[in-house]
Each structure stands twice: as C-alpha cells, then as structure tokens.
C-alpha cells in the first residue's frame, strides 16, 4: 500500500503563484510515476503533469506548459507542483497518484493511489 498526503493548496488571484506538494509513504520502492491531476466542478479529472522516477522524465498537459514545473526530492518522498501565473481556468482540486507501470503517463486510469486532493481557487 501507498499512502499520499497533498498540501499547498489555496486561493490566489489570477497571476499569482502557488506550489503543491505530495508525500509518500508506505511502499514506496515501488513507485514509477507520480502524476498530479485536476478536477474542477461539473468537469471531468484531467491529468496536469507526471515525473518518471527512473529517468526524470516529466511531461505536462498544454494548458499548463511554461507555466507548471514538476519536481521530485528523493530523500523526502515528495513530489512538487510550482504553479506560476495561475488562471481561473486552473481552479480545481488537484490530486497526486501513484503508477507502478514504468511508462505511464496522464490518463488517470494508469494509477492505482491516489490522495485525497488539496483545492486550488484562482480568482479575483
């Protein structure tokens, strides 16, 4: 079992900047892929960003490249989301998730663990 925690979220003006983080815990020797996902009201969950552990990788959906940066701290089992120039359009409640499959990447139903969510609001 894995158990994920997110945090940092909240609310901001359109412009401002917000960064999440996801812990780990559990069996974390058996991680691939950290992905952060999005769900806004009446709107379906939408995969924002993911980090391959074995390389590094990273990619991310097209509403947020040049925006979003994904980062990882091995020694603390932590995943982060650097969340700059934020748009009402990105109000939602973001999730991170786990994959055990090396090459997953941002479709929701390549992760088995997920957390319970932290909510971000952009407005003014």
């Known amino acids: 079992q894995i158990q994920l925690v997110e945090s940092g979220g909240g609310s901001v003006q359109p412009g401002g900047s917000l960064r999440l983080s996801c812990v780990a815990s559990?069996?974390?020797?058996?991680?691939?892929?950290i992905g952060w996902f999005r769900q806004a009201p009446g709107k379906q969950r939408e995969g924002v960003s993911y980090?391959?552990?074995?390389?590094?990788?990273?990619d991310y959906a097209d509403s947020v490249t040049g925006r979003f940066t994904i980062s990882r701290d091995y020694s603390k089992n932590t995943v982060s989301l650097q969340m700059n120039s934020l748009k009402p359009e990105d109000t939602g409640l973001y999730y991170c998730?786990?994959?055990?499959?090396?090459?997953?990447?941002?479709?929701?139903?390549?992760?088995?663990?997920w957390g319970q969510g932290t909510q971000v609001s952009v407005s003014s």
């Open positions: 998730a786990v994959s055990h499959f090396t090459y997953a990447r941002l479709s929701s139903t390549s992760y088995a663990y």
């Open positions: 559990g069996f974390t020797s058996n991680i691939n892929v």
């Open positions: 980090i391959r552990f074995i390389d590094g990788n990273t």
